[in-house]
């Protein structure tokens, strides 16, 4: 039996909740509503941490920051972890990314067999945050609100650049993928950056959302004072007081992130059409996910690292023949997408299965049920402690050693503005849920795990830096002597190979 080829989308900071059923319909998406229209579409998907290096480590291991150790944005993803990257290139695929994994340290692979570009962001210790200086800012690494009072308008940008660079080699490798001269059946994963802030997008999509009724956020901003412990931390992190937000700010801000929206779904549209004019769409799975989300001001919050449902919820769709096309509301995770991806590829994990926490979703699209809660944890900048939550049901469940509990109920709460732990009614509910988290986490043990490898790579990372420094930034490899034509090669043979259809 031919195993299908598989290409997962993934992108950045994308918030699900724009995702109600695919692309809500005020988005001008055309590219990813047709993508839904095919796809088992999951409503409430959850990310295994709300930050990027930790969020894709566990995306791709299908095990929490707590097993993996990549707590925070600078924390090494040890070789040793089996990725979905691995899981498929021992079964026999080919396995191939363009764009960024966030990897941090000397294996910048992960079971990628080929890497098509450089990641955006550093691969070494740098980013570390300090438990050990609790509210102290790292100004020239961390958030700050520059990215929403300068919302606007720029033909190129860092991140563009970045984009075009991912599109272009994803695409390049799927017209060198049709020609058949390697017979494996192949994995690619296909990385974006955008929507992630700056919130900074071209003219063309731009002016897409002159008129979108969707630039104030439905929670108008709370005061500091009246803000739960933990996002008084992400405020002062994001270093608040010395930014005056206007109204303007924040319309401009979300009207870029709408228009890196549409213009993420033409480069997804352009891979989608090579994968239909090389006829490969028939054989190939695809899976369009992010990371995390965005707050996008809701409550006066911006960016990610908390679990409000913008920060955490992402979007998740899986277009796969064994899995019917529809609305699943169950709540997954995001970890739950390397157990799915075996799955359909037919792969054993039986060997790591009691060291993973996700699970498959196959069964959901085919109107199976699933039993376990959703989890998640934060343990990064803005945090002084370690962060646990669960979401079960109609209810998410926070817990930190150094906060009151959290409880909310997202039937009747979507706006997570009622915290329910003190409210006698739900008190059973929060015992259930505190009785399944102190289960599941010993919050000391993960508090002293963070700090030791918080420690560890400070003393690395400033013992590198000192001398000759060797980077661990991934060099994408560029042969021009394979590239072409080549007097080492046939000119009638590399003509040959090169075509796609041959033929016709």
Known sequence: MTKPNILIIMVDQLNGTLFPDGPA???????????????????????????????????????????????????????????????????????????????????????????????????????????????????????????????????????????????FNATKKLYDLSRGLDDRPWMMTVSFTHPHDPYVARKKYWDLYEDCEHLEPTVPTIPYEDLDPHNKRLMDANDWRNFDITDENVRRSRRAYFANISYLDDKIGEILDVLKRTRMDDNTIVFFVSDHGDMLGERGMWFKMSFFEGSARVPLMIAAPQMEPGLVETPVSTIDVCPTMCDLAGVSMDEVMPWTDGQSLVSLGQGGQRTEPVLMEYAAEGSYAPLVSIREGDYKYTRCALDPDQLFNLATDPNELTNLADDPAHADVLADLKAKSLARWD????????????????????????????????????????????????????????????GE
């Not at 918080?454 to 590239?483: C, H, K």
Request: aromatic share 14%.
């Open 25 to 167: 319909e005020w988005l001008h998406a055309p590219n990813l509503k047709a993508l839904a229209a095919r796809s088992t579409r999951f409503k409430n998907t959850y990310t295994g941490s709300p930050l990027c290096a930790p969020a894709r480590a566990s995306f791709m291991a299908g095990q929490l920051p707590s097993r993996t150790r990549v707590y925070d944005n600078a924390a090494e993803y040890a070789s040793d972890i089996p990725t979905y990257a691995h899981h498929l290139r021992r079964a026999g695929y080919q396995t191939t990314l363009s764009g960024k994994m966030h990897f941090v340290g000397p294996d910048q692979m992960h079971g990628f067999e080929e890497r098509l570009t450089t990641d955006i962001y550093p691969a070494d210790f740098g980013w570390t945050p300090d438990y050990r200086k609790p509210g102290e800012r790292i100004d020239w690494w961390y958030h700050n609100m520059g990215s929403v009072t300068g919302a606007g308008v720029a033909e190129i940008s860092n991140q563009m650049e970045y984009d075009d660079e991912v599109a």
């Open 443 to 502: 919050l000391d043990r993960f508090d002293a795990a963070v700090r030791e490898s918080q420690a560890r790579r400070w003393v690395v990372y400033e013992a590198l830096r000192n001398g000759a420094y060797f980077p661990w930034d991934y060099q994408p490899l560029r042969l021009a002597s394979e590239q072409y034509m080549r007097n080492h090669m046939d000119l009638n043979v590399l003509e040959e190979n090169k075509r796609f259809p041959r």
